[in-house]
């Protein structure tokens, strides 16, 4: 035997029916926070920030990038012109 209750709801109305609580607060707060730490960090992300947050290691910065590349293609054997 199969019984099938379709009930046409809110998701708030759902969560009082079941006895669970309203977190609608507690969820605008996460929301608010979020919005304050991403625009505390957009700054982070312009281009200008990037750069010279990049530019800060100097030539240590790109040797290593060359060694990393260098490993990642197998090149370390290889000499040049040959």
Same mark, same amino acid.
């Given at each position: 035997?199969k019984v099938k209750? +379709?009930?046409?709801?809110?998701?708030? +109305?759902? !969560?009082?029916f079941? #006895?669970l609580?309203?977190?609608?607060?507690?969820?605008?707060?996460?929301?608010?926070?979020?919005? !304050? !730490?991403?625009d505390?960090?957009?700054?982070?992300?312009?281009?200008?920030e990037?750069?010279r947050n990049?530019? /800060?290691?100097?030539?240590?910065?790109t040797e290593?990038? !060359?060694?990393?590349?260098?490993a /990642?293609?197998? /090149?370390?054997?290889l000499?040049?012109? #040959?």
């Amino acid at each position: 035997m199969k019984v099938k209750v +379709e009930v046409d709801c809110t998701p708030l +109305e759902a !969560r009082a029916f079941l #006895g669970l609580p309203d977190v609608s607060g507690l969820n605008d707060h996460m929301v608010q926070e979020m919005k !304050r !730490r991403l625009d505390a960090n957009m700054a982070m992300v312009s281009p200008d920030e990037l750069m010279r947050n990049w530019m /800060a290691f100097g030539g240590q910065a790109t040797e290593q990038f !060359r060694k990393l590349m260098t490993a /990642a293609t197998g /090149a370390q054997g290889l000499k040049p012109g #040959g």
